[in-house]
């Protein structure tokens, strides 16, 4: 409901630049990465359900706050907490899910589960943006209201996944807060870091699409808001055709093609002008993310030994956090330095060098494929 168009919220309110109020997201991401290790260890030691609790009702607080947030430092200690705990349901979720599921049919359960997650985001955009263009404390109130009432159904409806006692039985490496076979795993460390640096280009859309849209083309939040909900809508329609073909092929191959289509939905909003233009840049990217994001999570999954799932996850998450601190960083420079347009263009570049890493990376370790 809120995320889209918080860039506009804070930029209007406090009256900065549009780098400087993407500092903001990037305080928030790189709160991520300090936590996402955490998140790793604790989910794999504790539980996957507290930590899901933890990180719903941490984020639900912290929208509660952000409407009574009058300065930047008041945004940027709440984005610090809120980047610090987001990790934790991410890895959480992620590491119950395949807990829960045979290898063989991960694929399509992460694509129902996006596809069941989307049809709420799907409504998100387009009431918060209803919402947002009359009030935003309104807005804010309804996101902090939906992930507190979440956390509580997982108090109270939802049952632990981890087995503790198949673990009692695992000498699990202690370096490092056991991330000792993480970091040893070199393909596996290369491999997130690409798909990371992929990402960066998302980022920078989702992120400052809808300050580049407002600011340049007059589009309005109201308006704005069903470009997020297409890509929820798609992801909920079209997630499951998508997987069906792509789980036919290598993964590596897969996820090479899902980050090239990514980067050029990313490229193709510098040649838009219009409302339909950009709905058009969004529908491209979101078929780039339809086809790699399954992809990974399940590749991960299967990679990963059962007693070192959150912590596999949490690198990539990892590296997904440095993508979600940095692209907006780079996208504001991009804005305030050269042009407005300049940052569908470096996210497209960004997004080409991801994917022919990957695609040489699929060629040379065949090795990393998991059996």
Request: with cysteine; proline share 4%; aromatic share 14%.
């Amino acid at each position: 409901m809120i995320w889209p168009f918080l860039m506009i919220y804070v930029s209007e309110k406090l009256l900065l630049s549009l780098s400087t109020v993407s500092t903001l997201i990037t305080i928030n991401a790189v709160m991520g990465l300090f936590s996402s290790f955490a998140a790793g260890a604790v989910s794999d030691k504790v539980g996957r359900k507290l930590v899901m609790i933890v990180s719903l009702a941490v984020n639900g607080l912290g929208y509660l706050f952000m409407s009574q947030a009058h300065t930047y430092l008041g945004f940027a200690v709440l984005m610090v907490f809120m980047g610090a705990s987001n990790p934790l349901y991410q890895v959480g979720s992620d590491a119950m899910l395949a807990d829960m599921i045979v290898p063989e049919k991960r694929t399509n359960a992460y694509a129902i589960i996006r596809m069941l997650n989307n049809a709420g985001i799907a409504i998100g955009p387009a009431v918060g943006g209803f919402v947002a263009s009359r009030s935003y404390s309104y807005a804010f109130l309804g996101a902090a209201i939906g992930m507190i009432t979440y956390s509580l159904l997982l108090i109270f409806r939802a049952r632990e996944t981890l087995n503790k006692a198949y673990l009692s039985n695992k000498v699990q490496p202690e370096t490092l807060g056991g991330y000792g076979r993480v970091f040893r795993d070199r393909p596996y460390v290369v491999f997130a870091l690409l798909v990371g640096l992929g990402l960066v280009a998302p980022s920078m859309l989702w992120t400052l699409l809808s300050v580049y849209t407002k600011q340049n083309f007059g589009i309005p939040e109201n308006l704005y808001g069903w470009l997020p909900t297409t890509n929820a809508l798609m992801c909920v329609f079209v997630q499951f055709p998508v997987t069906r073909i792509s789980r036919r092929f290598r993964p590596l191959s897969v996820i090479g093609v899902g980050m090239l289509i990514y980067a050029v939905g990313v490229g193709s909003a510098a040649l838009m002008h219009s409302f339909w233009g950009f709905w058009g840049s969004m529908v491209l990217m979101t078929f780039g993310e339809l086809t790699l994001i399954p992809t990974v999570s399940k590749f991960i999954a299967d990679l990963a030994p059962a007693y070192m799932r959150g912590r596999y996850m949490s690198f990539y998450w990892f590296a997904w956090g440095i993508a979600r601190g940095a692209g907006p960083l780079i996208g504001g420079f991009l804005n305030d330095n050269i042009n407005p347009r300049s940052i569908w263009i470096g996210g497209l570049i960004i997004g080409l060098i991801s994917a022919i890493g990957l695609f040489i990376y699929s060629t040379s370790r065949m090795d990393l494929e998991p059996s």
